[in-house]
């Protein structure tokens, strides 16, 4: 398993400061060609579509990681319901296959709660998913042979398609996880709110000194935003946390 691996905090504060820096530079470019710059015709205009142009890209990216972050949560309900099924379902099988089998359920549902636990240790999250999945394996071997054991096509039919899905679920889960917007529409976000900041800089060029309450204020604000969509799209690694969701899958097979 790979895990997509982000720091949104340390995103945010090299934004805040780029940003101020920024600002910075484009007042001091527009004090230095002030005088040569006679009417300034059309400035404004252009100024005011790339501001534009960065309200859109946040908009759209804002409203997609608010999606993708809604349906990891829907799939940690799905996971739950999957499991939970499964081991009710373990009601079908002859009194010895249940009573060993219950134990590794409960097993499997603490290694899958360990794997999004331990993010972002990388390394301790691979070895319970690799837990997890020597677990799928016994629960599948031990379930088919009490199936065969047992003679009852009726009950199996019901009982391995439902720890099917459980294991299915693993897997859409993880790849929920990937699921983010290609680099270059976050590095065009990035590059257009400093650019922003460059022209947010060059505007105040008629003052003597650094208006710094427009100035942090403009920074604070777009950095504020873009550390909300990038902590949305990597909700086990900020402070928005899908781990919420965790107390479904804990009372899964109670």
């Not at 972050?69 to 249940?98: C, H, S």
């Not at 800089?201 to 909300?228: E, K």
């Amino acid at each position: 398993m790979m895990i997509d691996t982000f720091t949104p905090v340390l995103f945010a504060v090299g934004l805040f400061f780029s940003m101020l820096f920024l600002q910075e530079v484009g007042r001091r470019i527009g004090i230095r060609g002030r005088a040569k710059d006679s009417a300034g015709t059309g400035i404004g205009t252009m100024e005011g579509a790339v501001f534009a142009l960065l309200g859109l890209l946040i908009a759209f990216t804002f409203s997609g990681a608010a999606s993708r972050f809604d349906g990891r949560r829907q799939l940690v309900a799905q996971e739950a319901n999957a499991i939970g099924t499964a081991y009710l379902r373990l009601d079908l099988l002859a009194p010895d296959a249940r009573s060993a089998l219950r134990p590794l359920f409960s097993q499997y549902l603490d290694s899958r709660l360990a794997v999004y636990q331990k993010l972002p240790d990388l390394v301790a999250a691979q070895q319970e998913w690799a837990r997890g999945v020597a677990l799928q394996g016994a629960i599948w071997a031990q379930a088919t042979t009490a199936c065969r054991a047992q003679g009852d096509p009726p009950s199996c039919m019901l009982l391995l398609p439902a720890m099917n899905e459980m294991i299915d679920i693993t897997t859409t889960r993880a790849a929920a996880m990937r699921v983010h917007p290609p680099w270059p529409i976050f590095f065009m976000l990035l590059v257009t709110a400093l650019v922003c900041a460059l022209l947010g800089g060059h505007a105040m060029l008629r003052s003597r000194a650094p208006n710094w309450f427009h100035i942090i204020g403009f920074a604070a604000i777009v950095t504020l935003t873009l550390y909300v969509i990038a902590d949305l799209e990597y909700p086990r690694l900020g402070q928005i946390q899908v781990g919420s969701m965790d107390s479904l899958l804990e009372n899964a097979v109670k």
